[in-house]
């Protein structure tokens, strides 16, 4: 779809010539291809994914623009404040009627690395990386025997899995299933070595799979 190699380096008229081959390509394989996607925003899947350059969510699962509403931040964390996360998954869920979000973390990822460290000096960003870092804490002594690569492939999956939890406890997730509306909260990991997805097996799709303690009245 485009030219570029990796290795070289692009500059902002290189973008913008990309993007004009980009669209001539489009147009001329599909005359309709931007009327159809300018008509209708209907997807079925929200995907929550890490910022990380090398993940691109439309390609890793092969769908063209239009097909999945993406919402990304480093280490692909949900915390319940967060508006703008928040506000994502509000529109998925209440207007685009979106049947399945995948929270998907990667192996090699940046963010949980630096949480398995010491905070330095990365200001804001340690702060965002604080609840990794708690658990890591909490699973610290059973990972200790691993290599600290294996050791930061189990945290990626850890993290996952965790902020699955943390979608499930919030009152737009509980108030969807409880209008009886279908979704489902997927956990995946994306291997950047060989481009597959690890389906985590933690899929949460009913109110009566979310713990007694953090459920709606």
Same mark, same amino acid.
């Given at each position: 779809?485009?030219?570029?190699?990796?290795?070289?380096?692009?500059?902002? &008229?290189?973008?913008?010539?990309?993007?004009?081959?980009?669209?001539? /390509?489009?147009?001329? &394989?599909?005359?309709?291809?931007?009327?159809?996607?300018?008509?209708?925003?209907?997807?079925?899947?929200?995907?929550?994914?890490?910022?990380?350059?090398?993940?691109?969510?439309?390609?890793?699962?092969?769908?063209?623009?239009?097909?999945?509403?993406?919402?990304?931040?480093?280490?692909?964390?949900?915390?319940?404040? &967060?508006?703008?996360?928040?506000?994502?998954?509000?529109?998925?869920?209440?207007?685009?009627?979106?049947?399945?979000?995948?929270?998907?973390?990667?192996?090699?990822?940046?963010?949980?690395?630096?949480?398995?460290?010491?905070?330095?000096?990365?200001?804001?960003?340690?702060?965002?990386?604080?609840?990794?870092?708690?658990?890591?804490?909490?699973?610290?002594?059973?990972?200790?025997?691993?290599?600290?690569?294996?050791?930061?492939?189990?945290?990626?999956?850890?993290?996952?899995?965790?902020?699955?939890?943390?979608?499930?406890?919030?009152?737009?997730?509980?108030?969807?299933?409880?209008?009886?509306?279908?979704?489902?909260?997927?956990?995946?990991?994306?291997?950047?070595?060989?481009?597959?997805?690890?389906?985590?097996?933690?899929?949460?799709?009913?109110? &009566? /799979?979310?713990?007694?303690?953090?459920?709606?009245?």
């Amino acid at each position: 779809m485009c030219d570029a190699h990796p290795h070289k380096s692009l500059d902002i &008229d290189d973008l913008l010539r990309q993007n004009r081959d980009w669209s001539s /390509k489009m147009q001329a &394989d599909d005359p309709e291809f931007f009327s159809r996607l300018s008509n209708q925003q209907n997807p079925e899947f929200l995907w929550i994914g890490c910022s990380d350059s090398r993940v691109p969510a439309n390609q890793i699962i092969n769908v063209p623009p239009g097909e999945v509403f993406v919402h990304r931040n480093v280490a692909n964390v949900i915390y319940h404040s &967060d508006m703008n996360a928040m506000s994502a998954v509000q529109y998925a869920v209440e207007v685009l009627k979106v049947r399945h979000i995948l929270v998907v973390g990667h192996y090699g990822c940046g963010g949980v690395q630096a949480s398995m460290t010491s905070p330095g000096n990365s200001g804001i960003v340690d702060d965002w990386l604080h609840p990794i870092r708690d658990e890591y804490i909490r699973h610290r002594e059973e990972l200790a025997h691993l290599p600290f690569r294996e050791q930061a492939d189990r945290m990626c999956e850890i993290n996952v899995r965790m902020q699955v939890q943390n979608l499930v406890r919030t009152k737009l997730i509980q108030r969807a299933w409880l209008n009886g509306q279908p979704l489902s909260v997927h956990g995946w990991c994306y291997s950047l070595q060989n481009g597959l997805v690890t389906d985590l097996e933690c899929t949460i799709s009913g109110f &009566d /799979k979310v713990s007694q303690l953090y459920r709606l009245d």
